[in-house]
């Protein structure tokens, strides 16, 4: 379970993998099961986010997510030109990390967060881990990998029959998903507090039944200049304007799968089993 591959057995991985799924755009996204060659790929991409982001280095990140690693699922978008990794994500069945951390952190028991967000019933997942490399961030490709790996969580949620999405989010990866339009609320309405190398971190809920309506909703209102919407953009002026057309056209895309789903494949949900809800 290496968070570090060698570069070498890095490409190796992504040549087979992109020669096993032929696509005519630049990026192919995937979603993949912990055994999985590419598992380790997208490990490595998490540890290079996690450690420029937050210095969290390799065995950081296997002493954390070690003990989840049977009840993960992968995301993985790959560059057809580079043969490399763009961007990865991770999400963990049964409730994972964010229900077995959140009640210390947040100061609540754990039956009084499931009974006020209603997950008593029904599959949840735990929205781990996303992140796009330092290249792939800002202009035209990093928009398509970040939609890429948002839009392959939702296909593979929906296969799996997901009910409920919590997490522990940055405050900057917070607000990224509140623009495009995921109407997450605090965990048993609590505030914020620093978290593995984050000043700003929440424990969040949302129904997983409500992130696409709201998306197409969120891209509405984006393009309609002057209506209110969710989330925050800090610019002024002509680039706040560029902001809100740029996130209507992810919302509307992450929520559609217009220009998205020809890319995603989801070879990890065809061999998986399904885990136990969090108890």
Known sequence: MTYALPAADL??????ALGAHPSAGRFVALAVGPSDPLAGVARTVERQVFEQSFGNDAAEMAAEYGPYEEASLFFLV?????????????VIDGGGKTLDE???LIGK???????????HDGKIWDFATVGVLPGYRGGRSGLMVSSLLYRTFLKA???AGVRHLVALL?????RNLSLLGVPF???ANSAPFAYLGSPSTMAL???????????????????RVGAPFGGEIRARGLRRLLIRRLGAKISHQVSTGAGLDDHIALPGLERRRPLAKHA
Do not use: K, N, W, Y
């Open 185 to 187: 609320v605090p965990m």
């Open 157 to 159: 949620g929906h296969r």
């Open 11 to 16: 490409a190796l991985r992504c040549a087979a």
């Open 170 to 174: 940055d405050h900057r990866a917070h």
């Open 109 to 119: 028991d754990l039956s009084e967060i499931v009974a006020g967000h209603h997950m």
């Open 78 to 90: 790959l560059d057809r030109r580079t043969g490399l990794p763009a961007g990865a994500g991770r």
């Open 205 to 223: 809920h949302v129904p997983f039944a409500d992130i696409e309506p709201s998306l197409a909703r969120q891209s509405r209102l984006l393009r």
């Open 102 to 104: 959140a009640p210390d």
